[in-house]
C-alpha cells in the first residue's frame, strides 16, 4: 500500500476514498464507525485509476493521480467502470515519478519530496509544458527528506512526519532549508513506525492510521490540551481489511446526484448590456407618379442561449438528473430591472440552454411617388447575470447549498420604424447608368 498523507477541510461531507490493490477500481462511502461496518463491501464503486501510482485530493476534494511519469488531475471519480484518467486533464508530465510523498497543504499549497531528498512547496499544477519542480516551486529542504517514513498536515497546518526511527514530530512547515527534522516537537513517546501505510487527519483533527501488516483501521480522539499526543492506548479500531487497498484518503462528497431545490437571486442580478438586434431591413422604391402600397410581413426566430456555473467544484453524476424546474429570468422593460417570470421552465445544470423565440410583424407600407421608404425591425439583446443558491443531493445523499452564477440572453421590446429613405449618390448613378 503506497503512503497516502491527506488533509480534510472541517465539512460535514467527509467521506473515505479507496483504491483496491487488484484491479485499481475506485470506491467511496462514508467512513467506518466499529469494525462490524464493512467499509470495503458497502463503499460505492466509481470507476478505475488504472496504473496509478500515487493519488492525492486538494483542499477542495480534487483529484491528483500520477501515472508512469505523469501528473493528471479532475474531478473525483463518479461512474462505474470508467478509468478516470480517460477524463482528467494532464498537469505534469516526465517529472511526477520521481516524487517520494505530494499532499496538499490546507491552504491550498502542494508540498513535494523527491526520491532524492529535497523538499519543495508551490501552487497546484495546471500546466503540463511548464515543469513544476523547476519553475514554479521552491525548495524549502534538502538531504535526507526521503527518510521519512510518512509526511501529512492537521486541519491547522501544522505539518507531521514519522521520522526513520519511528518518531512521529510536527511543527509549522519550513520555509527554507533549515534543520527542521531535528527541531520539530515530538508527539507523544510511541513509535509509528508501523502506521505509515496511511496517516491522516480527519475534518475534526481526529488521528486516522492503518497498521501495515494487519489492514486494521484505527481512529485517536482529537488532540486536546491534556492529551495532545495520540497515545497508542487510545486508538479505537474502526475497519478490516485495509491490506487489500493500494491507496486510502479523505475528501469531499461534492458529486450532484439531483438538485432538490433551485432559486434565482434577481435582487442581486447585473445587467451586462443591452444592445439593438437587427431583424429585419426591407426597402421600397417607388419610380411611378403613383403612390405605391406595399404589405410588409416578417417571421424572425431568435434563440436565446444560457449556461450555469457554480461555485464549489461539485462534479455531476454520469446519468443523473441535472435537470429541475425554475422559473425564467427576463429584463423588466417598466423597473428596468431582471426579474423571474412565474412561468417555469426545465432547465439543465450541467448543458448549454436554448430558448427560442419567435418574432412577428405586418403593415402597410404607403410610398409616395419618386421616393423610397426603409422598413426596419428590431430588438433588443440583454445579457444579464443572476446569481442563484440551490439545495442538491450529493452521491452519498448529503444535502449540500451550493451558490453560482447564471449567465444568459433574453430579446424583448420589439420595435417597427418606417424611414424615408434616399439612396446615396454612387447608388443613384449606378441606377441611372444602368436604365
Excluded at 463491501?41 to 466509481?46: D, G
Excluded at 511526477?96 to 505530494?102: E, M, P, V
Amino acid at each position: 500500500m503506497a503512503l497516502l498523507p491527506v488533509i480534510m477541510e472541517d465539512t460535514p461531507d467527509c467521506v473515505l476514498f479507496v483504491v483496491t490493490k487488484s484491479l485499481y477500481t475506485a470506491g467511496v462511502g462514508l467512513p467506518p464507525c466499529n469494525e462490524e461496518d464493512k467499509f470495503l463491501y458497502r463503499a460505492n464503486p466509481v470507476g478505475k485509476l488504472m496504473n496509478a501510482t500515487k493519488i492525492f485530493f486538494s483542499p477542495g476534494g480534487e483529484l491528483f493521480a500520477v501515472r508512469g511519469g505523469d501528473l493528471y488531475r479532475g474531478p473525483m471519480p463518479v461512474t462505474k467502470d470508467q478509468d478516470w484518467f480517460d477524463i482528467a486533464k494532464k498537469v505534469g508530465k516526465v517529472d511526477w515519478g520521481n516524487f517520494k510523498f505530494l499532499c496538499f497543504h490546507p491552504e491550498g499549497d502542494l508540498y513535494a519530496v523527491t526520491n532524492d531528498g529535497d523538499f519543495h512547496k508551490g501552487p497546484a499544477p495546471t500546466n503540463e509544458n511548464m515543469s513544476w519542480l523547476y519553475h514554479q516551486a521552491t525548495k524549502i529542504g534538502t538531504s535526507n527528506w526521503n527518510s521519512l517514513r510518512a509526511l501529512f498536515f492537521d486541519p491547522n497546518g501544522l505539518m507531521y512526519v514519522v521520522r526513520a526511527d519511528g518518531t512521529l514530530v510536527r511543527g509549522s512547515p519550513p520555509t527554507c532549508p533549515d534543520d527542521w527534522l531535528n527541531t520539530a516537537a515530538q508527539v507523544g513517546k510511541n513509535n509509528w513506525f508501523h502506521f505509515t501505510n496511511f496517516m491522516a487527519f480527519g475534518p475534526e483533527g481526529e488521528l486516522w492510521c492503518i497498521h501495515n501488516s494487519s489492514g486494521r483501521l484505527f481512529k485517536w480522539p482529537s488532540a486536546t490540551l491534556t492529551q495532545p499526543n495520540f497515545p497508542h492506548r487510545e486508538a479505537v479500531p474502526v475497519g478490516l481489511g485495509f491490506s487489500a487497498c493500494r491507496f486510502i484518503a479523505f475528501t469531499t462528497d461534492k458529486t450532484i446526484r439531483s438538485i432538490a431545490h433551485f432559486e434565482f437571486l434577481p435582487d442581486s442580478g447585473k445587467l451586462r448590456s443591452l444592445v439593438p438586434e437587427l431583424l429585419a431591413s426591407h426597402n421600397y422604391r417607388n419610380a411611378s407618379g403613383e403612390v405605391l402600397v406595399k404589405s410588409f410581413l416578417m417571421s424572425k426566430e431568435v434563440t436565446a442561449t444560457s449556461t450555469f456555473s457554480q461555485d464549489h467544484g461539485c462534479a455531476v453524476v454520469s446519468g443523473a438528473d441535472n435537470t429541475f424546474q425554475a422559473g425564467i429570468p427576463f429584463i423588466d422593460e417598466a423597473e428596468g430591472k431582471i426579474s423571474i417570470s412565474s412561468t417555469s421552465k426545465t432547465w439543465n445544470f450541467t448543458k448549454t440552454n436554448e430558448e427560442k423565440t419567435t418574432f412577428y410583424a405586418s403593415m402597410d407600407v404607403n410610398v409616395p411617388p419618386h421616393s423610397s421608404k426603409r422598413v426596419v425591425v428590431s430588438v433588443t439583446k440583454g445579457e444579464m447575470e443572476v446569481p442563484f443558491r440551490a439545495c442538491v443531493l450529493t452521491l452519498l445523499g448529503h444535502e449540500v447549498t451550493i451558490e453560482g452564477t447564471f449567465k444568459g440572453s433574453t430579446f424583448y421590446d420589439l420595435t417597427t420604424s418606417q424611414q424615408d429613405y434616399r439612396a446615396s449618390p454612387v447608388m443613384s448613378d449606378l441606377r441611372a447608368g444602368l436604365q
